[in-house]
């Protein structure tokens, strides 16, 4: 069996696209749409025209064609400048796009796949609700059948583009007593009445992904619009996760970078004691520290991400990376603010934004205590 470290050609020139692209379109603005929890929607136009909202579709559906290790690399060289937008690009490419175009019909896939994919439209995926998180079976929202379609009414949280996104897919029960197997997916386009956005949360980190909630209140939609088959929206949904989840590893991935290098340029130009900190060991340790872990949590995500190209399982080893990556973009960006003193308690240095974006890593698509149950079970499933 062969194994191969190195990005392709193709994909090293993915790569230098993505980080110019980030450094000269997002790097100027970061803080300022931190600070004002601006979410920029142009931004999407010109990351659509990248190919960077349709990474992983085909071109005749919009997209750019590419697979995981592509997208896998588009996520964490957007978000080791901004965590925010590789979040946004995250949910957006492999959440709402996705789920449509995995189990949409082809008429579904021309509709809704071809303009989020292209940038034009931008996409939500809503699946939590109020009371059911990690619970997420535990949903109260329903679509039950009326004139020749489905009523949807319920309310969701925490959705990512719930004011903004054009298109969303949201998963109802259709069948209280068939319990997860009772759930099915549905496209609600933002236009249909009864489609509410909710209040928009303010948030620790990530700010400039819009996030809020989405009351349907008798939200009527036809027939055409259940999304795969009636009864499968739960588990298809666990299914968008697996590979969501390798976006949330990436994009962890970047952050974790984006810190541990303004901790190593700063520990090289701050002087204390008459020499550059690099020079104390206690520095030198935690800086080989953050560069081990962020190898290792490379080598992990890059492995679902290949797993997934393969069109192999990829369920214990999704929720590893993703795992594994959140946890150590904490541990990183905390060091990259110990490493800057002072300094780095401030919003003057990046650190503290790259702590505050990590932290929502080991929350979002499955928290770390839910991807531990995932491993766990995959480790006795035959
Ligand atoms: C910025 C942001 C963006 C988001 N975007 C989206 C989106 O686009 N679409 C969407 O559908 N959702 C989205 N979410 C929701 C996210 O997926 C949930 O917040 C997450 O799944 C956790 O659910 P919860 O917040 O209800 O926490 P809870 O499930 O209430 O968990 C609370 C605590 O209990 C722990 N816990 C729960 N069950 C167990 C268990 N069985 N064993 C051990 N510990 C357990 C959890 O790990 C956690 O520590 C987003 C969240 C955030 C913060």
């Known amino acids: 069996m062969s194994m191969q470290f190195d990005l392709t050609e193709e994909q090293l020139q993915v790569k230098h696209m ?39 579709f085909p071109e005749e559906f919009g997209g750019a064609g590419m697979g995981y290790m592509e997208y896998a690399t588009v996520i964490e060289e957007v978000s080791r400048v901004d965590g925010s937008i590789g979040l946004s690009l995250a949910a957006h490419n492999s959440l709402c796009t996705n789920h449509i175009y995995q189990y949409g019909t ?40 009326r004139n020749g379609g489905w009523l949807i009414n319920g309310s969701k949280n925490f959705i990512t583009h719930g004011i903004s996104a054009d298109t969303c897919v949201v998963m109802a029960i259709t069948s209280r007593e068939m319990r997860s197997r009772g759930i099915s997916a549905f496209i609600v386009e933002r236009e249909r009445e009864g489609f509410i956005a909710g209040k928009k949360e303010n948030k620790l980190g990530v700010r400039a992904s819009e996030t809020s909630s989405i009351i349907f209140e008798d939200c009527w939609i036809p027939e055409e619009n259940i999304l795969g088959e009636q009864g499968r929206g739960f588990v298809n949904a666990m299914q968008v996760l697996d590979g969501g989840r390798i976006s949330i590893a990436a994009l962890a991935l970047g952050i974790a970078q984006g810190a541990f290098e303004s901790a190593l340029k700063y520990a090289q130009e ?29 080598l992990l995500t890059y492995r679902a991400a290949w797993l997934k190209d393969q069109k192999r399982p990829t369920t214990k080893e999704s929720a590893i990376a993703k795992l594994y990556a959140s946890e150590i973009a904490v541990k990183v960006s905390e060091e990259a603010i110990q490493i800057h003193g002072g300094y780095g308690y401030t919003k003057d240095y990046p650190p503290e934004k790259f702590w505050r974006d990590a932290k929502l890593c080991t929350i979002g698509e499955g928290t770390s205590e839910v991807q531990r149950l995932v491993i766990a079970r995959q480790l006795v499933s035959s």
């Open 270 to 298: 701050r002087n204390q004691f008459g020499q550059a900190i690099f020079n104390f060991e206690a520095i030198q340790f935690k800086l080989a520290d953050m560069a081990t872990q962020i190898d290792a949590a490379r």
């Open 18 to 56: 993505v980080r110019e692209f980030a450094e000269a379109e997002i790097k100027p603005h970061v803080m300022e749409w931190d600070e004002a929890q601006r979410f920029p929607r142009d931004l999407f136009f010109k990351m659509g025209e990248l190919g960077l909202s349709g990474v992983i």
């Open 106 to 145: 082809t008429e579904q896939k021309e509709k809704y796949v071809t303009p989020l994919a292209s940038g034009q439209k931008l996409g939500a995926w809503a699946l939590t609700e109020p009371s059911s998180g990690s619970d997420a079976s535990g949903m109260k929202t329903t679509a039950a059948r």
